[in-house]
């Protein structure tokens, strides 16, 4: 009995061993994975900050001289050669749509071999149609009358009002006092200035906000040219090759599309509509 009792102790300390010895092998492998694992992913993340700063970036500036969707075509000042650039996925800092003229200052990647180039980012250093284009100023509208605006500019104390009789507004829900708008004119600001265009701020993103009209009643009508008067007794010509001004008359009402800025002797008219 002695001797049986004697060999079930020598089994039980042999089995509890065994399993001791399981559990410290089963620790030491999970401990060996886990530090597999973190060593990998930091190599993956050290490999992945490494290839982002192997990254080296050039610039250029240049002339665009071709506009195809994404793509811009643009002529180096100091190369000489016009060259193709994806600006899909660069950061764009621009105030108005691209033109051919504009001067740019671009960012891409060292000794890439894409065609067109994969822009990192883009500057417009200097806008054709800001150059073309009547001053803008973008505020708060305080006040709003039958013909008037009163709004205050950003980073300014003063308000000022202008007429809007003959403004072209881009608005889902028209003109209304305590928003945001960006309002083009002609004119001083403190002198009763006329807005060209007003944009409220629900309509920025809007293709209808790159546009710029003008609404008047019809004084003249020439083979290529169409004088409008504005509410305020001020004469307006609008010159065009392909457009028929002929059927139109004195007196109606039209919104003419047009290009440049209202201060030039004539307006390049871009298209028409009868109000």
Same mark, same amino acid.
Do not use: H, W
């Given at each position: ?5 004697l060999t079930m102790?020598?089994?039980?300390m ?8 399981s559990?410290?092998?089963?620790e030491t492998?999970?401990?060996?994975e886990?530090t ?8 993956a ?6 290839t982002e700063?192997e990254?080296?970036e ?8 071709g506009i195809n969707g ?13 060259k193709?650039?994806d600006?899909?996925? @660069? =950061?764009i800092?621009r ?6 003229g #504009? *001067? +740019? ?6 000794g890439?071999?894409k ?5 990192i980012?883009?500057e417009?250093l200097?806008?054709v149609?800001a ?8 505020g ?8 008037t605006l009163?709004?205050?500019p950003?980073d300014?104390?003063?308000s000022?009002?202008i ?6 507004i881009?608005?889902?829900?028209g ?20 807005a ?10 809007? @293709? =209808?906000s790159?546009?710029f ?5 019809? #004084? *003249? +009508? ?23 001004f002929s ?29």
């Amino acid at each position: 009995m002695k001797k049986t009792l004697l060999t079930m102790a020598i089994l039980t300390m042999v089995l509890g061993a065994s399993a001791c010895s399981s559990n410290k092998a089963a620790e030491t492998t999970t401990a060996a994975e886990t530090t597999a694992e973190t060593t990998q992913a930091t190599e993956a993340e050290t490999t992945a900050e490494e290839t982002e700063e192997e990254v080296e970036e050039m610039s250029m500036t240049g002339v665009v001289t071709g506009i195809n969707g994404d793509v811009i075509t643009v002529l180096g000042d100091d190369d000489d050669t016009e060259k193709n650039y994806d600006l899909s996925g @660069a =950061e764009i800092t621009r105030e108005f749509p691209f033109a051919e003229g #504009d *001067q +740019v200052e671009i960012i891409y990647p060292d000794g890439t071999t894409k065609d067109p180039i994969p822009a990192i980012s883009l500057e417009v250093l200097e806008s054709v149609i800001a150059e073309n284009t009547d001053p803008s100023a973008t505020g708060i509208i305080t006040e709003v009358g039958d013909s008037t605006l009163t709004f205050q500019p950003e980073d300014e104390d003063e308000s000022y009002t202008i007429r809007t009789a003959n403004a072209y507004i881009v608005a889902k829900d028209g003109i209304a006092p305590d928003k945001e708008a960006t309002i083009t004119y002609i004119g001083d600001l403190d002198d009763d200035a006329m807005a060209t265009k007003v944009v409220m701020e629900d309509s920025y993103d809007t @293709a =209808e906000s790159d546009l710029f009209a003008f609404i008047g009643k019809v #004084d *003249q +009508v020439g083979e290529d040219n169409i004088v409008l008067i504005s509410a305020y007794d001020e004469y307006f010509t609008f010159v065009a090759e392909d457009i028929d001004f002929s059927q139109y008359s004195a007196g109606d009402t039209l919104q003419i599309y047009y290009t440049g800025t209202l201060t030039d002797k004539t307006i390049t008219a871009e298209d028409v509509e009868k109000k």
